[in-house]
């Protein structure tokens, strides 16, 4: 519900209440919730679960307009609140469970007979926002936003619940102006701009130290020890001064049209995210589960540019358009003691070392790992490889990959390892194209990236009924047969060609792909005397191909390594995903 009152000439105040709430109840044989709020699994029920979640918001603003002469205002003040909860209780097994209430049904540790209730804690999250803005302009040439805002989250410490996030932003339209009388540019604006937004997106209860009764038993009575009670343990290792990850960002650009069919814009920009929230993995000799901090500085700086054409020539419409935009990401600190944010174990194969982390002067998620060296040709290659200690791979035979040591101290160890790709792009780019004549309509969208590589990992080391690509014909198969793909060896062999990470895995991920391909016609053409305003009869080819070297099935199907350490920085990952697929469509849109 809402309510909107004029308070006097120019200022209005509005205010917005919502609250949703709803109950849902997945049940096999008989109910398990009644109104005493008792949860009952009796002996007929083998498995229920009941969720309980509500969400309410309320939203307040007053807005000032004016103007005054050549100046024009407007001033925006307001508050928003929200809170949003989840419950869940379930019971499996037969004998009778009963928990008292919701709030007491979090602790998996409730047993009668064979039954057995468990819950899930409500995750509630609120936040709470006070903020203004002020829009002004002269005359249409001078145009300035400002705006503060001040957020506070349950997820963070009391200590550190509130940040205030301000920016500003300046216009100029250059057009607009007197001195300004060149035909050839339709419209000029310069823009400058500047400001700080903050980011909550981590799970609840990272703050606080909690409790989890996941896979914990104990054994205690009976004759021979083996009843088995649940009992909880620390959850996770709490950090009290999470804070509150901040983006600072300037911009500069300006949006030009020109020769009345082209429009070009320009931007651009130095992002620096500060703070940045990020879950830190523990060595399991912890015992407990790893801890979000606030791990360090990332900055992302680059320009965007957008160039397009619109004509008609006869009875013909088109345009054509398209943008590009460079990139560069670059980790400035990383607040750990080693400064190293570390990846997972095991990810490729379960004999693969960590290949991926975040360090300081590096993009987030680079591969870590050896430079390749070629492949030894006979044995007189393996002899010769050596340094101050004797031979640098002892046990390679010929076909074996050549490991480069890249300090030149003839031992193969991590000291070795170095950057050996990024999965961030430092180019994305789009092409637009459409037409349309005498009711029919057609469109084409181009998009791509490049200056980026993706691990092909599908063929894990202890797999070895996995498919090869095509790429493996090109393997050694003697002297002089292949300077860049091994020998094929069952298992983890003893010069470890693909136990190691190295190059071998990292494989250019540039691509370029038909994104879509629409094409229409209106048969309303056809029925002029059928009381309808179009009938469109359409065709649409999504993901119709891909330019690309890469031998995976998908450039783009590299994944943030979740299941394994539970991040959200990790990607270019290619571990046999379900690829993005081709869609053919065929429909039929009328508007009467």
Sequence with gaps: MYGEVAIVKGL?????????????????????????STFVNSSTIAAQEMYKNYTWNWDNTLNYTNTFGLHNVNVVVGTSAREYSLFNVKGSGTGITTIADFDHAILSNITQGTAKASGTAGSPYALNSYFGRINYNYNEKYL????VRQDGSSRFGANNRWA????VSVGWVVTNENFFKTKAINFLKVRAGWGRNGNDRIPDFKALSTLTTANLGYYFGGASNTV????AAPGLIPNPDLKWETSEQTDIGFDMTFLKHFSFNFDYYNKKTKDWLVQVPVPDLVGTGAPFINGGDVVNKGVELALNYQNKIGEVTFSVGGNIAFNKNNVLTVATADGIIHGANNVLSSTTPEFYRIQAGHPIGYFWGYKTAGIFQNEKEVADYTGKNGLIQP??????????????????????KTQIGSPIPTNTYGVNLSAAYKGFDLSIQLSGAGGYQVVDGVRATDAFYSNYSTEILNRWTGEGSSSKLPRVTMGDELNKNWGNFSDLYVHNA???RVKSINLGYDLKRLMKNVPMQQCRLYVSVLNLYTFTHYYGI?????YGNTESDNNTWSSGIDIGRYPTPRTILVGLNVRL
């Design 228 to 231: 088995i009670s649940t009992g």
């Design 164 to 167: 205030t996030f301000p920016s």
């Design 554 to 558: 998908d450039p783009e199907i590299g």
């Design 510 to 512: 540039s691509f370029m």
């Design 395 to 416: 046990n390679a035979k010929p076909g074996d990959v050549r490991f480069a040591d890249i300090n030149k101290d003839g031992v193969l160890d991590d000291k070795d």
């Design 12 to 36: 209005k105040f509005r205010s917005d209440f919502g609250v949703d709430l709803s109950y849902n109840t997945y049940q096999k044989f008989t109910p398990i919730y009644n109104l005493s």
């Design 144 to 147: 300035l936003t400002a705006i």
